[in-house]
């Protein structure tokens, strides 16, 4: 079995307790939940207790509780996830038409947070200690620190008054111009805003990492050998130093999906962007078990996807990793 | 030995700014009755008034006339005590689940440490929305809705670490003397690893008191106190005409937050000289 193969079949065996453990503790929690959708949505629009029952028999909220976890069980498989009583529409298509949205926003924010973070990174690693080091280091404290939805707000308010540059809401102009390149131009300018909300403190991980990693790079015996050697510091810095750093810092990539997730709930909120976070939110508002059911699965399938990503990427520029022997 | 490493996580320069910062927001937040006694809710001014107009209002107003700086002291304290509590639940259920199954192995380590990868899979933030729409925003509902995704972390810590112990001369010779595996690894393993966890306190804070903010900003938290989150959610409103009133709030979650991280930094620095 080649190395990525045998990859793939470690992280699938792993992943399918890992899903049950979701489905049966996210099932067993919505339980407890006082109430159902059926009766926040007669809350809403009113009807009797025949019109419950009914209601509850087509969403497949009626029975005992076993009968429901059956249900549940089953329809999993089928890769059915019900339907969702906000949107009376099946939970598959709903996630469907919102998970792009999350997707891009999800990916512009890496590249974002790597492409700054890796930089300052390799400015402050290239000398540790020194002051400019100390200044991006605490610059990167800074930005853990600031709440990402509050991040947002301030910069709704900086480029929507002060200097009205960038969009400040969703992710498409209402009278944009035709043509799939200014499409894709205007799009990329809605991302701008939500993406340094979202990425600000991702920024400071990337920094952290690589910096991290350079400072014990600097001891390694490869690095004195390279400058006995009379290899110019160039090199020396970005051949020995910081690209052996840099491998951790694609695992930072798949370890933060799952928060990335979580702050986009709150992001895309602020943003008005139509996304899977903004769908949770929807979906906890409007108590639409099947739903939050399905984002919670549906989140839970992503990270476990991109984690496998990261794993194949790492064996390809890591050659011990998934080795026969190791 | 603890006591020895808090005291030179404070003299790190992290540390020292970053535990008066913090002590300056703790004294705050319990004084806060004495200091704006009356309800932080009370409407006192006219509405909208800008900071520093007024002496006795010295952040302005919000939208409807309150104290934008009453309804922030007050505010502090419901906050970090959800963060502190949160840290210290995750923290102790943690560590207690990591020294059990570092030192019982076999089954016992098999099913909890599935059980952290499980946990770690799912995005912690959705989980938390999810317990706390099941369980209410009461103060018990908050602190299990951002614990549950919390004590991962020390759990992995401590378990790696009573790995390393497990065959020590001092847990051994506990163990030759007859006592359960459990008790062993509760009272004379883990106390070896505290240190190692501690550090991670400060982390599993920070994240809390962020995360807690994130759900009352989203209108999760409990109406009937002050909560710099809900402050800054009812700011939107009026933020383009008058910022200071997400500023303010924001500020004080952002410092409190920084506090926190710059508290943690100086503890693992001093973790780090102490082990090399």
Known sequence: ????????????????????????????????????????????????????????????????????????????GTLDLGRSVVFSRPVVSVIAERLPNTLLLMASTTLFAAGLGLLAGMLAGARPGSWRDRGLSMTALAFLAAPNFWLGLVLVVAFAVSWPLLPVAGLRSLNAPPGLAAAVLDTAWHLVLPTIALGAGYVALYLRTLRAGMITAWQADHVRAAQARGVGDGAVLWRAVTRPALLPTVVIAGQNIGTLLGGSVVVETVFAIPGMGRLAYEAVTGRDTPLLLGVILSATVLVLAVNLLVDLLLARLDPRIGAADA | MRDDLLGRAALTIEGLIGLSLLMAAAALALAAPLLLPGDPFDIVARPLLRPLADPAHLLGTDRLGRD?????????????????????????????????????????????????????????????????????????????????????????????????????????????????????????????????????????????????????????????????????????QVMRTAPHVIIAPGMALFVTVLAVSLVGEGLAKALSKQTS
Do not use: C, K
Not at chain 1, 8 to 28: D, E, N, Q, S
């Open chain 2, 68 to 236: 934008i700086l009453a309804m922030i002291v007050h505010g502090a304290r419901p906050s970090l005590m959800t963060a502190l509590s949160v840290a210290a639940v995750a923290l102790g259920f943690g560590m207690a689940a990591g020294a059990v199954a570092g030192m019982l192995g076999g089954i016992a380590d098999e099913v909890i440490m599935r059980l952290a990868d499980a946990v770690q899979t799912v995005p912690s933030f959705v989980v938390a929305l999810a317990v706390v729409s099941v369980l209410g925003p009461s103060l018990p509902g908050l602190i299990a809705a951002l614990a549950i995704s919390a004590w991962t972390a020390p759990a992995r810590v401590v378990r790696s670490e009573v790995l390393r112990l497990r065959g020590a001369a001092f847990v051994e010779s506990s163990l030759l003397l007859g006592r359960g595996r459990i008790p062993v690894a509760l009272t004379v393993v883990l106390p070896n690893a505290v240190t190692v966890a501690l550090a991670l306190g400060a982390v599993i804070v920070a994240g809390a008191l962020l995360s807690e903010a994130a759900l009352s900003f989203l209108g999760l938290g409990d109406p009937n106190r002050p909560s710099w989150g809900a402050l800054i959610a009812e700011g939107r």
């Open chain 1, 1 to 76: 079995m080649s190395r990525s193969a045998r990859i793939v079949v470690l992280r699938l065996a792993g992943a399918v307790p890992t899903l049950l453990i979701v489905a049966l503790a996210a099932f067993a929690l919505l339980e407890f939940a006082p109430g159902d959708a059926v009766d926040a949505y007669l809350a809403e629009t009113g009807g009797d207790a025949g019109y419950a029952a009914e209601l509850r028999r087509r969403l497949g909220l009626g029975g005992t509780a076993w009968e429901r976890l059956a249900g549940f069980l089953l329809s999993l």
